[in-house]
């Protein structure tokens, strides 16, 4: 006879062969399965299909959203799980069923024993009826064997009474017999019930794990995009702020360069009013009150442009620092060249 679990395995099987053959899960029917099996009930396939179809829903959600070696990961050991839980129970079956048959056959046994009693009853009912038909035409032939006659009554009463006492005990016994195979048959159906409850609880259990798992990893991954997210929006600041301290420390050495040449050409007019000095005397002291203002807002110039490096130099300290940042904050830690020329 097909036991239950092998059309349970075979109809996984032959879902998993359809699915690898290219049809979707939720195509399959029990129709399909059971053209591929041939065997069990139709109730049976259907059950064991939705099973299987809900594991499948759940495994391809897991598989989407988990990176694919958590997912495999998580795959192989929820495999390893079912298939340790469908030997246990295919185990544990063929040990109820072992011992069914056996009470199957110790009950047959019985009712054949009895039968072959019933058999030697009615032959000894026989042998008493003949007997007493003996008697009855002894007794007509001669009133002198009524004492044996007698005798041989009893003694075919005894017998009697010892043959329905066994035929009772007999009967007694396989009631016994009877009661004890329903009792033990009973048990058997009770602790395969249980077994297959516990193993229908377990897998409730590993399957809330599972999802359990499966939420926490969600959410890692949800608070992952948003740390993404903001690290992402605070580049973008910085990269922002960079770029406008690189074009003000840009305008600024502009203004620096203006200066020196401005500077370079007061000092160029300082020497000629110099070999006229007689003749240019309050020209030259035009010319020195000039070159202090000048220096004055150069020395101005060069306070913001430290300024402006130091700006720099903290907002370089995020974990991400713009090329042209690098690049500004460099020039602004070389002296400029105004410095030589003062």
Do not use: C
């Amino acid at each position: 006879m097909t036991r239950t679990s092998d059309t349970r395995s075979r109809t996984r099987e032959a879902a998993s062969k359809i699915v690898a053959s290219g049809r979707p899960a939720h195509a399959i029917t029990v129709d399909l399965i059971y053209a591929e099996i041939r065997q069990g009930s139709r109730t049976t396939i259907n059950d064991e299909l939705k099973l299987w179809k809900d594991e499948q829903a759940k495994v391809d959600a897991l598989s989407a959203a988990l990176p694919p070696a958590v997912a495999n990961a998580m795959l192989a050991t929820w495999a390893v799980a079912v298939e340790h839980g469908e030997q246990a129970y295919d185990a544990r079956r063929a040990e109820v069923e072992g011992e069914l048959g056996l009470a199957v056959s110790r009950a047959e046994a019985a009712e054949a024993a009895h039968a072959s009693q019933q058999a030697e009853l009615a032959a000894l009912r026989a042998q008493l009826e003949d007997g007493r038909g003996d008697a009855l035409v002894a007794r007509e032939e001669t009133r002198g064997e009524r004492e044996a006659k007698a005798s041989a009554l009893e003694k075919l009463d005894a017998l009697a009474l010892r043959l329905a006492a066994d035929a009772d005990e007999a009967a007694r016994r396989l009631d016994g017999l009877r009661d004890s195979y329903e009792q033990r048959l009973q048990q058997q159906r009770e602790a395969h019930a249980a077994a297959e409850a516990a193993f229908r609880d377990e897998l409730a259990r590993a399957t809330e794990r599972l999802e359990g798992v499966q939420r926490h990893v969600m959410l890692q991954v949800s608070q992952a995009r948003e740390a993404q997210k903001r690290a992402e929006d605070q580049l973008a600041k910085a990269v922002q702020r960079g770029e406008r301290l690189g074009t003000e420390l840009e305008g600024l050495r502009a203004q620096t360069v203006t200066q020196a040449m401005q500077l370079q050409r007061a000092t160029q007019d300082h020497e000629a009013a110099a070999m006229q000095a007689k003749q240019a005397q309050a020209e030259r002291d035009e010319l020195k009150v000039q070159l202090a203002n000048t220096a004055g807002r150069l020395e101005g110039a060069q306070q913001q442009v430290r300024e402006l490096v130091a700006r720099a130099d903290a907002s370089a300290s995020s974990p991400v620092r713009t090329g042209k940042a690098r690049r500004a904050s460099g020039d602004a830690a070389k002296p400029p060249e105004e410095q030589s020329l003062l």
